[in-house]
């Protein structure tokens, strides 16, 4: 699987928009962006994927690079409750023999601050 | 729909002994994931089952292992306990076919004294 690289920290104010960056330089052209996040001491919870073209769900937009070097996700509003570990996680689109070894890296703390 | 549940939430166990987690995976999700979760190593791949079938592993020892049923209910083992085991477990169901979107259970806090 492609690594990526994500910053440790980011702070937020309420109700801004939090933009969080993610670079998959490595990233194949199977390979799709997804993102994760994890709220203290709770499993980690999908949010979004995409492969190329930008995505919108209830929770959050996602946004590729035209060389799908590098994605972020947008919460466009952020609230407390947004407060949690990002992961960005690059996937062939089917697990198979060879794609269900990766784990999460270290992903993106946001704090989002009242 | 219900979650993936796992059980029990939170066990303590002793060095030596070996130790069953359970996880039932969100009805109609045949592939199931374990993942151990620590401060220092983070969030690593266990293995993967579908079908009964183990069809994906991560770099841990024999110690680890893991089963799944007809129902895709999945259980794992982890044998002679150490220290380095005490970690978060987590669980997590997804369907065949999908793009690697997996539903995590709330997670198996182990600690090993």
């Known amino acids: 699987d492609a690594k990526t690289t994500q910053p440790p920290s980011m702070d937020c104010a309420e109700g801004r928009a939090a933009n969080l960056p993610c670079n998959h330089s490595?990233?194949?052209?199977?390979?799709?962006v997804y993102w994760y996040r994890q709220i203290h001491s709770q499993g980690p919870q999908y949010i979004i994927h995409?492969?190329?073209n930008n995505e919108t769900n209830e929770m959050a937009s996602l946004i590729i690079t035209e060389d799908r070097k590098s994605s972020t996700l947008i919460l466009p509003h952020a609230t407390l409750r947004d407060t949690a570990v990002y992961y960005c996680?690059?996937?062939?689109?089917?697990?198979?023999?060879?794609?269900?070894?990766?784990?999460f890296g270290d992903g993106t703390t946001l704090t989002v601050k009242p | 729909k219900a979650g993936v549940t796992q059980t029990p939430r939170y066990l303590i166990k002793t060095r030596g002994q070996q130790v069953t987690l359970s996880c039932s995976p969100i009805?109609?999700?045949?592939?199931v994931s374990w993942y151990q979760q620590t401060p220092g190593q983070g969030l690593q791949f266990l293995f993967e089952?579908?079908?009964?079938?183990?069809?994906n592993k991560g770099n841990f020892p024999g110690r680890f292992s893991g089963r799944q049923f007809s129902n895709s209910r999945s259980e794992m083992n982890v044998s002679t306990l150490e220290l380095g085991d005490s970690a978060l477990y987590l669980c997590?169901?997804?369907?065949?076919?999908?793009?690697?979107?997996?539903?995590f259970g709330p997670g198996t806090r182990l600690t090993v004294t």
């Open positions: 997590a169901s997804s369907l065949e076919g999908q793009y690697y979107e997996q539903y």
């Open positions: 490595t990233i194949s052209g199977n390979e799709y």
């Open positions: 995409g492969l190329k």
């Open positions: 996680i690059v996937r062939p689109r089917n697990l198979n023999t060879n794609a269900g070894k990766s784990t």
């Open positions: 009805s109609g999700h045949r592939s």
């Open positions: 089952y579908f079908s009964e079938t183990q069809r």
